[in-house]
């Protein structure tokens, strides 16, 4: 029956998505997919509680935990609303989706959920509660974790953060032979990392020349000066109009000569078939000296070529070459030319550029998204517990697993790249929402700490092993970007669910002084 809902919430989803979005990004549909693993958690609460309190009918039950899973539900759907904020479009489908697929999946479980268990559910119920399986962890114990845990992430912290990773590295398959041999080709043979591209554009074929020689002297400067190893540019190629209007009278000039030259060579002994080319080139210059305007090559053959790096885009002409780069040459070096061929209209592109402008996107979406998120899962808090106590629980519960996750991942060599950052929304989501099902379960049973954890404990412990198996495989991927977003999304996923089942209601008990 579970299976069932899930399939209708996922599908709702997709629908609504598809409707407010239009078409859907894979990768946000797929991460969409498995963050409504988040309505498992829903459904397991409610089993929780409902198989351990026989005394409540399935409609009071629902009253009694709807509060913790609609305020739970609200404040991860807020928080991936601000998501949609993001510069980057597939982030922002990825939050809209989301957010969308979790305030579904909770009216869905809510409503839906126990209505069958009702009957078919009943002898199960009758046998109590469950056995005792997480009394062992004292307050004291948990006490002891915090502080050495803390203070363990405090000193790896301090002495460095998690990297960050700009470069297509961990994007690509992770142990591609056929990769790795092309680059020590590059390496070895063509003496470059990568190759860069030189892109021209202009509005004729003189503003393209002329931009064209003005990109090769700058290249051919930075070749000389060891920042590249060499370039293959069409500026041989390339029609220059200036030139092209000073031939003209020498054309005309030498049409003339072609019959008396002609003869002379028959004379000398020369026959006609020998002298087909040097007509055939006479002929070409007269149809060149009669044509207005630029002449480009329209035979065959060099129409095919000019198609390999050139291309009129509307009243754009357009036309591109390769760079190469110099293993050794840092990044900053290749923005220095790169701005000084951009200045005269031209544009060298290579995704070192593109990753460093699309990490610096992403640092400016930290408080264009992260700012109003932490906004709005405060005032969201605020409403739901309507404490300062139990909001800075939850603070403390998110910062705690960030700390830890941060360590983790300093001990492991683990980077920040463009792919894993995604966690971070689900690490947030996952963090607020296990404290809110906690929390407002400690308010419900007076702070019986083993009745907490023998229902919506056992509840999240099993929904967080189950999604952090689902991203731990991930980490098997032969994709390194998704390996990677494996590997973190599980790690923190754990941390959240273990810091929310045994160490919040310790601090719950002694905010309260109990």
């Not at 559910?121 to 469950?130: F, I, V």
């Not at 997480?134 to 992430?153: D, M, P, Q, Y």
């Not at 390339?238 to 030498?254: G, K, S």
Request: charged share 15%.
């Amino acid at each position: 029956w579970l299976v069932v809902l899930l399939v209708v919430v996922l599908t709702g989803t997709v629908a609504i998505g598809t409707l407010l979005l239009g078409p859907l990004n894979v990768v946000a549909l797929g991460f969409a997919a498995i963050l409504l693993g988040l309505a498992a958690d829903y459904a397991l609460i409610l089993y929780q509680e409902y198989i351990s309190d026989r005394d409540l009918s399935v409609p009071e039950l629902r009253r009694v935990v709807a509060p913790s899973i609609l305020w739970a539900a609200c404040t991860t759907a807020g928080a991936f609303f601000m998501v949609g904020r993001s510069s980057l479009p597939g982030l922002t489908q990825l939050g809209t989706l989301v957010a969308v697929g979790i305030l579904l999946a909770a009216a869905v479980m809510l409503l839906a959920f126990l209505a069958p268990l009702a009957s078919f559910g009943q002898g199960r119920r009758e046998s109590g509660p469950q056995p005792a399986v997480f009394t062992s962890l004292s307050g004291r114990t948990a006490w002891i974790i915090t502080v050495l845990a803390i203070a363990a992430s405090g000193l790896i912290l301090a002495r460095q953060l998690p990297k960050v990773d700009s470069s297509t590295d961990d994007l690509g398959p992770k142990n591609a032979a056929a990769r790795q041999a092309l680059d020590e080709v590059h390496v070895e043979v063509g003496g470059f990392a990568e190759a860069l591209w030189l892109l021209v554009e202009g509005p004729d074929e003189a503003e393209v020349s002329r931009r064209l020689q003005s990109a090769d002297e700058l290249i051919d400067a930075a070749v000389e000066d060891g920042r590249l190893t060499g370039s293959a540019l069409p500026t041989a190629l390339w029609p220059r109009p200036p030139m092209q209007e000073a031939n003209r009278p020498l054309v005309l000039a030498l049409w003339p000569r072609l019959e008396p030259a002609r003869e002379a060579a028959l004379s000398a002994g020369f026959t006609d078939e020998s002298l087909r080319l040097t007509v055939g080139i006479f002929e070409a210059w007269r149809e060149f000296a009669a044509a207005d305007g630029v002449v480009m090559p329209q035979r065959p053959a060099s129409e095919w070529a000019f198609r390999k790096f050139s291309a009129r885009d509307g009243d754009r002409l357009l036309v591109v070459g390769r760079v190469d780069r110099r293993v050794s040459v840092p990044v900053a070096e290749l923005e220095k030319l790169a701005a000084a061929i951009e200045a005269d209209g031209s544009q060298l592109l290579g995704w070192p550029f593109i990753s460093g402008a699309l990490l610096e996107t992403m640092r400016r979406d930290l408080s264009r998204v992260l700012v109003p998120m932490m906004v709005v899962i405060l005032l969201l808090l605020g409403f739901a517990f309507r404490g300062l106590r139990e909001v800075l629980l939850s603070l403390a519960t998110l910062a705690f697993a960030l700390l830890c996750l941060s360590s983790v991942m300093v001990l492991l060599g683990w980077a920040w790249n463009l792919m894993n950052v995604m966690a971070l929304p689900l690490l947030f989501g996952a963090a607020v929402d296990y404290g809110i099902h906690i929390q407002l379960a400690l308010q419900r049973h007076d702070g019986d700490l083993r009745r907490v954890r023998e229902t919506v404990g056992r509840a999240i412990l099993l929904c967080g092993a189950s999604t952090a198996a689902g991203f731990g495989t991930l980490g098997f991927a032969s994709n390194g970007g998704l390996a990677t977003l494996g590997r973190i999304c599980a790690t923190g996923i754990v941390i959240a669910a273990l810091a929310s089942v045994f160490l919040l209601p310790v601090w719950w008990k002694a905010a309260r002084g109990r």
